[in-house]
């Protein structure tokens, strides 16, 4: 298997796995599938911790009203009457104004809060130093996880308008968010590898060769951005390892260079006494005790 160091300008994403004989549109396909997924993972997640906190979200046409608007207009939660957690819940205003502030139960906080950091740990960033894969089953098993435990809590679900169930359902708005620059679209999409992009009707074995034991970074990034910078010789901390060598080296030269200087100073010609004691034949005496 050629094994893929997928990134996205210098900051790695996930490990993925293909083959010489794949087709450079399937990969790039899936890994952009991949990529997308991971971000919906990453935004669902940080809005159950907001679920976790304040509750389900508020209509549109309540959404960031203060209360006396709120009654002043006669406007009404309906969904949120509607949608309660299991166990109860403890009011807790959202100081944003998204969220009715009805907070879910300490033990079902626990159970949301639990799937939020297994779902990131599913598809973290440090698995690359791990040599761990992402792939589209296990995107989908975070999606899974975090959908349970919104259904343990929810059982009656969540309001249509709320962004998580909008995400579940793929029917999520991101226009005008800066989730919407991050997200690719798959035939915008590009491979670049060792700073040349991997042509679309060609084959990985066309640009990486026919070894299946390789390794190599790919860039992923949308068509339209021009050439990503290429990968630096040295990473940072092989930099910090040859500075450090360096400096070691200098400091052993500077020392080997003192004792040169010095060592002159322990010979028996540099002695000022020495020719004295010649003459008195007091040389070469070892005293000893009788």
């Known amino acids: 298997m050629v094994r893929f160091h997928v990134k996205k300008g210098d900051e790695s994403q996930f490990l993925y796995d293909t083959t010489t004989e794949a087709n450079v549109d399937d990969v790039i396909e899936e890994i952009t599938i991949i990529y997308n997924g991971r971000l919906k993972v990453s935004r669902i997640c940080y809005e159950i911790e907001e679920l976790a906190k304040y509750g389900t979200m508020l209509p549109p046409n309540i959404m960031g009203l203060t209360d006396e608007q709120v009654e ?22 959202d100081p944003i104004g998204r969220r009715n502030g009805k907070q879910p139960n300490k033990a079902m906080v626990e159970i949301l809060n639990k799937s939020v950091e297994d779902a990131r740990e599913l598809i973290s ?15 989908q098993d975070s999606l899974d996880l975090l959908r349970g435990a919104v259904t ?25 968010t800066q989730a919407s620059l991050e997200v690719i679209d798959v035939q915008l999409a590009q491979l670049w590898f060792s ?7 060609m084959k990985i ?6 070894n299946e034991k390789t390794k190599v970074i790919v860039k992923l990034q949308k068509r339209g951005s021009g050439r990503p910078a290429r990968e630096p010789l040295m990473s940072e901390d092989e930099k910090k390892q040859l500075m450090l060598h360096a400096y ?26 020495s020719l004295k004691r010649h003459f008195q034949g007091l040389n070469n005496i070892s005293w000893k005790p009788h």
């Open 152 to 176: 343990i809590v929810y059982p009656m679900g969540l309001p249509p308008h709320d962004v998580i169930r909008e995400e579940f359902e793929n029917n999520e708005n991101l226009s005008g």
């Open 205 to 210: 074995k066309d640009f990486v060769g026919k």
């Open 248 to 273: 070691r080296r200098q400091e052993e030269l500077k020392k080997l260079e003192q004792d040169d200087d010095d060592e002159y100073l322990h010979s028996s010609w540099a002695d000022g006494s």
């Open 195 to 201: 700073g040349k992009e991997m042509m679309r009707g």
């Open 125 to 139: 960033k440090k698995l690359v130093l791990e040599e761990k894969l992402v792939t589209q089953k296990i995107v």
């Open 72 to 93: 002043e207009l006669k406007l009404k939660d309906e969904w949120g009457e509607k949608c309660t957690p299991s166990g109860g819940f403890e009011f807790k205003k």
